[in-house]
């Protein structure tokens, strides 16, 4: 089978775009895996699958998977790249697009400086919806690992995050403790883990370990989960710039009740094909 793709990264968070409103195509879980490979695919930390509404008051289905082949419920960077494809493929004449992922609807707005802003939906902190197996009800949890005790504020965009706040982000073990936070057995579904700086009010730094990725350059969903755990706190204002490896995000929530605001870049990278 022959597949037109079009590769894009947001801050260097990069994936796959797969077309399958104007493509017949066939989505399986080894395809995944070939295309993801960096040695012998075209390689990518996810694929994006935009395909027509499943809904009549969507615009387009948005499917997620990990390199690994799994599909996973969410993805900010992604849903910029995928609205700027959408855009520049004349698929809709919006301005802004509602798409529908497994287990949530999100818009996605272009703004008049070439960014896009995502519209995340309200954040959870509810432990039932990460899920993380726990007695208490409460915002922030203490576990044990092989770094010893570690707080965390667990946070659900659609899809699992677990916040820890650091002293210093560049400092901090992102790659040991992040895979077994990931694998912790108190998370039946895995987790991704945000590592966080507050720098200032209106600043902070994350780098995340990404549940069956690793660490990325960027990761829009651990920005947005990063800033409402830290809004929640009142560590920082409602608008915020997150400070990734890969660039710069702004997030902004007003709290409880109000939907969590995304914005960023998306950046076409080539166009190719591939026989998978």
Known sequence: ?????????????????????????????????????????????????IQPPSKPDIDFDYRIFNSNGAEVQQCGNGARCIARFIRDRKLSGKKTFRLKTI????????????????????????????????????????????????????????????VIFTDNVLEAPVSSLGEELERYARFPEKVNVGFVEVIDRHNIKLRVFERDVGETNACGSGACAAAAAAIRKSLINQDVAVHLQGGKLHVSWRGEGYPLIMSGPAVTSFHGRIIV
């Open 103 to 162: 287990n949530r609807i999100i818009s996605v707005s272009a703004n008049k400086d070439g960014s896009l802003s995502v519209d995340m939906g309200h954040p959870s902190f509810d432990a039932q919806s990460i899920p993380f197996e726990t007695n208490h009800d409460r915002d922030s949890h203490i576990i044990e690992s092989t770094h010893g005790e570690v707080e965390i504020s667990l946070v659900s965009m659609g899809n699992p995050h677990a």
């Open 1 to 49: 089978m022959l597949v037109d793709f079009t590769k894009m990264h947001g801050l260097g968070n990069d994936f796959v775009v797969i077309d399958a409103v104007t493509q017949n195509i066939r989505i399986h879980r080894k395809m995944i895996q070939q295309i993801a490979d960096r040695h012998e695919g075209i390689g990518c930390d996810q694929i994006l699958i």
